[in-house]
């Protein structure tokens, strides 16, 4: 699909992967929908991007119903990119059952919802694109990070499962997986180093990939050098021994830092 002339709905448009995506689209001449909880935020990154018709709908997606009426306020998409995403890292014993169902409804539940009420207009015209923004993690597992990691292994399966049913439609369905990324957004806010030797890529990457994903119609971008692509497809492989290896003292040293690096306020 060209992106020039189409109008995407793009959520955690606030967040610093969320505002490389919206330049790179705007950049590809569509207009846009912005989403994400601060609205001053979103009002000064829609005055700020290329091109023109873009409009802010504020939502807070943790909250009941909340992204069935995004959906239904942001009428009809031709691209809908699920980017919002909470950390959620931490030992599971610290967080409250309030934490969990929140992790799981805004990076797993919302992106599910919105994409069931949006497809349907998108397969009468036959066609659109669902983009879900999942992560490395959603194929390795890591200490302090079993929250995540169960939404993000969750929206890869839902994300590929869909592509199955909508792709014979006309709808595409991809998915963009980032590793650590540096400069901005949630690794970067936390102030951890990535292991040694792995690497980081850059937010514009991430926005780069969600346009490739759309106009190539890709399955999967992975964001991140290749090392770390290779560990990721080798957890996904043989789960147990890159748990094992994980679970030593260098993964659990990177893995504290990240959850520590992040406050109360992003469970
Ligand atoms: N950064 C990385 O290294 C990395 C790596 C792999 C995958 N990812 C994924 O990339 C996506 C974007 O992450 P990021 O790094 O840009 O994180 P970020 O800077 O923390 O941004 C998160 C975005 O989600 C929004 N959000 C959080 N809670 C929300 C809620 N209850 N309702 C609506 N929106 C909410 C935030 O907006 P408001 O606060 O304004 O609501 C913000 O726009 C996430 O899905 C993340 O899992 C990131």
Do not use: C
Not at 108 to 118: D, G, I, N, S, V
């Amino acid at each position: 699909m060209e992106l020039a002339g189409r109008k995407a709905l793009l959520t955690g448009a606030t967040g610093g992967l969320g505002r490389a995506i919206a330049l790179a689209l705007a950049a590809g001449g569509a207009s846009l929908a912005l989403s994400a909880r601060r609205a001053e935020a979103l009002e000064s990154l829609a005055a700020e991007l290329p091109g023109d018709g873009h409009r802010v709908l504020p939502a807070d997606l943790a909250e009941p119903g909340a992204a069935e009426q995004l959906a239904a306020d942001a009428g009809e998409v031709d691209v809908f990119v699920a980017n919002a995403g909470l950390p959620g890292a931490g030992w599971l014993g610290d967080f409250t059952p309030d934490q969990v169902t929140r992790a799981l409804r805004v990076n797993l539940e919302a992106p599910m919802l919105m994409a069931r009420a949006l497809f349907p207009a998108m397969v009468e015209r036959g066609s659109g694109h669902l983009v879900f923004v999942a992560s490395l993690a959603g194929k390795a597992a890591s200490p302090r990070t079993s929250i995540y990691n169960a939404t993000k292994f969750g929206l890869r399966g839902f994300a590929l499962g869909l592509r199955a049913d909508l792709g014979p439609k006309g709808v595409g369905v991809s998915l963009v997986s980032p590793g650590f990324i540096r400069e901005a957004g949630m690794f970067a806010d936390s102030g951890a180093k990535p292991p040694p030797g792995l690497g980081t890529g850059r937010p514009e990457q991430v926005g780069d990939a969600v346009v490739t994903a759309i106009e190539r119609d890709k399955v999967e971008v992975a964001v991140a050098p290749l090392r770390q692509r290779a560990l990721a497809h080798f957890g996904l492989a043989s789960p147990g021994i890159a748990v094992r290896v994980q679970s030593g003292a260098a993964g659990q040293k990177a893995a504290a830092e990240v959850a520590s690096g992040h406050s109360e306020d992003k469970r």
